[in-house]
């Protein structure tokens, strides 16, 4: 098996966006049949209140909106697992239990925790084990290691231009409570309710700044508190939104990578604004569009999204609109600002007003002027609570060297760490969804048990996945870098990167799914010789010396699994193949079934407005191919990735109309044309929508534009604000905020008990 073969980067593959023709008229032959199929259930109910992965999973209907009976059950690994062991021959079988008995006696000896009783094998003891050859201490050189690590040394241009373009922050109280953050009561029960006592670092520096309505960069260690950092604030200031049905609109947004990290935003939102009547919405791709739209309809005070999946929300669910937005949240944002996303955030940017407020969070942040510009931040307040790129402090690394022409034992490897020492609760990273698969298998078969995590599967799958291994169900969760960033699942005590990525960053977000909220973890990481640069780094960056070892393991535990391993690598290639023949014979019954369902309902799916799409298949293609380079190339910024694809570019442009016939140039023209009368349309739909949208988070009631009322109003808000830009709440809760702190300074238990917030309301 080797790994090398199948190197795939898998998070761009997390397809969020729809990757349908660019153009859909509606005519038969264009009409997109997978598109009208996945809508054919208009009767399904979308639950979004409770647990947001309930309310997603394809158990409560939320999926592909198909009914029941146009649902086919994927293909079952597990099963196919089961039955093959159940065949193995009785000598394999024995041999894998007597290996688990082994790996019991010396699990219990020897606890994977600190100092001497750690089971870290010295070199010299595996020496006279007669194990592996002594390790040299080799000299890494630190050449090239700021391109794995993104710390370049910053130029004074670049220093001044910083300075230009960030606010200084100005020196705030410092709050080791939320008592004493000027927070209203629901938030502050909410808090209590969450057993959230006192603010981590970031949110003590967030929350206020998050109140005033200025924009914020902000950084701190993975596990840190950062979802409840901006999404207090935004709580907060939609308290005093104006009510009523024709002031209902979508204010805030949430942008995520994966749907998964959304799904848990939304858990964390709704628990935090229990005790209020704002509504959240998870508008994420895999789940029904029709019931989204539904959904969307009722205009929920805060979407989180997934970008494709909300462009397609703005393209055609006619009454949704971003046009009312107060604050915008990337999280993750560095993965977001990164070549991936580019095209769809330009498209969501356009689509939000500029007055709006920006927060940007990841614990990978970038500083770095060229990539933050495209968010048109204004003035951001940058709070780098910790230092850049580093590990949570709870965090051990542990790191096994690869030897060169040893990259075949890596599986081996594996599977005698986790049968001897990690045998619950660990997350294992891969680079490629095809071996997570297929090491899935292999752990299947040597009876331990496992779910694979990755964007192969169906968003059924990964979400059952998730849950079983949230429950303990499994000990073992394969995953690709799809689960790196933002997931936090509790008890998680051992991360191990069967192969380590690209960069630091990525690194940095893999180990953070462990050691998180303040408690302890281990991270393994398998070095191969090419790693050793980013190794360096990696310990550079950690919490502490005590906190980074060097595991040696016994040779002949490895050779004795490198073994049984080979002797299983029939058995996984006939499960694969009989997956493989399953797969197929389902996606034959689906395309009967489809076809079926097209003749039922013809002239309803025909009789629909088809749809837009953000993207071609070939535009998401070029997209996942700038994406993955990006990956590859250890770069999350947009310049560097620019860097390595501007030149084919420039050729693309060039060669716009070579070689084709001059039919089809006068089709590509015409259709170019086309694309152009369709943006004056689509300009247009969105001036009728600012006409209809409402007043913004504590504005009064628009009134019909060049009306006297409407220009005075604005007059008076440019000349309040400055900038004109959040001044409604700049009026409002900033002064209140001063106001309150001076309270809450005088030692009034916050006041916040009997605050009503009817009360700041009538004092505008
Ligand atoms: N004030 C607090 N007190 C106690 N626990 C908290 C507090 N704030 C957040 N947590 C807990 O900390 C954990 C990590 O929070 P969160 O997922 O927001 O971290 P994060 O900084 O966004 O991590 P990542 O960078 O990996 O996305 C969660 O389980 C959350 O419940």
Redesign the pocket.
């Given at each position: 098996m080797a790994p090398e073969d199948d190197f795939v980067m898998t998070i761009e593959s997390d397809d969020e966006s729809p990757s349908e023709p660019t153009k859909a008229t509606n005519t038969k032959s264009q009409v997109n049949p997978d598109a009208d199929f996945a809508q054919l259930n208009p009767e399904f109910n979308f639950s979004i209140s409770g647990d947001a992965l309930e309310a997603i999973t394809l158990g409560d209907g939320g999926l592909t909106s198909g009914s029941a009976s146009q649902k086919l059950e994927p293909v079952s690994i597990d099963d196919i697992i089961s039955r093959r062991r159940s065949k193995l021959p009785k000598k394999r079988k024995r041999q894998t239990s007597v290996s688990e008995d082994e790996g019991d006696e010396e699990d219990q000896s020897a606890p994977a925790s600190d100092s001497e009783e750690d089971p870290l094998v010295t070199d010299e003891e595996a020496d006279e084990e007669g194990g592996s050859e002594p390790e040299e201490e080799e000299e890494i050189s630190s050449e090239n290691e700021s391109s794995l690590d993104g710390s370049d040394e910053e130029t004074q241009a670049e220093k001044d231009r910083k300075a230009a373009f960030f606010s200084e922050a100005e020196p705030s109280e410092a709050h080791s409570s939320?008592l004493t953050m000027n927070l209203s009561r629901p938030i502050l029960k909410a808090?209590t309710s969450?057993?959230?006592?006192?603010?981590?670092p970031?949110?003590a520096a967030t929350i206020p700044v998050g109140l005033l309505g200025k924009d914020v960069v902000g950084n701190?260690?993975?596990?840190?508190?950062?979802?409840?950092?901006f999404i207090i604030p935004m709580i907060e200031r939609l308290l005093y939104r104006e009510r009523g049905k024709r002031a209902a609109a979508t204010r805030c947004l949430i942008l995520v990578p994966t749907r998964e990290?959304a799904a848990?935003c939304f858990e964390?939102g709704t628990k935090l604004a229990a005790h209020t009547d704002i509504q959240f919405c998870l508008v994420v791709g895999g789940l029904s569009v029709k019931a989204q739209e539904a959904a969307l309809r009722n205009r929920p005070d805060v979407v989180i999204a997934t970008p494709g999946r909300l462009i397609d929300h703005i393209r055609n669910s006619p009454s949704f609109t971003l046009d009312a937005l107060d604050i915008t949240v990337l999280?993750?944002a560095d993965r977001m600002l990164s070549e991936g996303f580019h095209d769809e955030l330009t498209e969501i940017i356009r689509s939000c007003p500029p007055s709006r407020q920006t927060m940007l969070?990841?614990?990978t942040m970038t500083d770095s002027v060229d990539e933050l510009v495209k968010m048109s931040l204004n003035k951001p307040v940058r709070l780098f609570v910790d230092p850049s790129r580093a590990t949570a402090k709870g965090l051990v690394q542990e790191f096994i060297r690869v030897r060169s022409g040893k990259e075949e034992e890596r599986p081996a490897i594996l599977v005698t760490v986790c049968k001897k020492l990690f045998k619950s609760n660990v997350i294992i990273f891969y680079r490629s969804k095809k071996l997570a698969h297929q090491m899935r298998i292999v752990f299947g078969l040597l009876g331990m048990s496992c779910e694979e995590l990755h964007g192969d599967l169906t968003q059924e799958q990964r979400l059952k996945a998730l849950r079983a291994f949230r429950d303990g169900q499994a000990d073992y969760l394969m995953a690709t870098d799809l689960a790196s960033?933002?997931?936090?699942i509790?008890g998680v005590t051992t991360v191990i990167n069967y192969d380590m990525p690209n960069d630091l960053a990525q690194y940095l977000?893999r180990v953070?799914?462990t050691a998180?909220?303040?408690k302890k973890g281990r991270s393994v990481s398998l070095v191969g010789e090419s790693d050793r640069k980013l190794l360096k780094a990696a310990v550079k960056r950690s919490s502490g010396a005590d906190s980074v070892r060097h595991r040696v393991l016994a040779a002949e535990d490895v050779a004795k699994w490198v073994q049984e391993l080979e002797e299983l690598k029939g058995e996984v290639a006939d499960i694969l193949k009989e997956e493989k023949e399953e797969k197929q014979l389902r996606r034959a019954e689906m395309e009967l079934k489809k076809g079926q369902n097209m003749i039922e309902h013809e002239e309803e799916i025909y009789s629909r407005p088809a749809r837009t799409w953000f993207q071609s298949t070939k535009d998401k293609a070029k997209s996942a191919v700038l994406s993955k380079q990006a990956h590859e190339a250890g770069s999350d910024g947009l310049g560097k990735a620019k860097a390595k694809t501007g030149p084919d570019e420039n050729k693309r442009k060039r060669d716009k109309y070579a070689g084709l016939t001059r039919r089809a140039k006068r089709r590509k023209m015409a259709m170019e044309e086309d694309a152009d009368d369709g943006k004056a349309v689509d300009a247009a739909v969105r001036a009728a929508k600012k006409a209809a949208r409402p007043a913004k988070i504590g504005e009064p009631e628009r009134r019909p534009p060049g009306s006297k009322k409407s220009r005075d109003k604005k007059n008076a808000k440019t000349k309040v604000g400055g900038s004109g830009r959040g001044s409604a709440f700049g009026q409002e809760l900033g002064q209140s905020a001063k106001r309150e702190g001076v309270r809450a300074k005088k030692g009034v238990q916050t006041g916040l008990g009997n605050k009503k917030v009817g009360k700041r309301r009538t004092r505008r």
């Open positions: 939320f808090l969450m057993g959230f006592s006192t603010p981590t970031i949110q701190a260690v993975t596990g840190s508190g950062k979802t409840a950092a990290l848990q964390v999280d993750e969070f990841s614990a960033r933002g997931l936090d509790k977000h953070g799914r998180r909220a303040g």
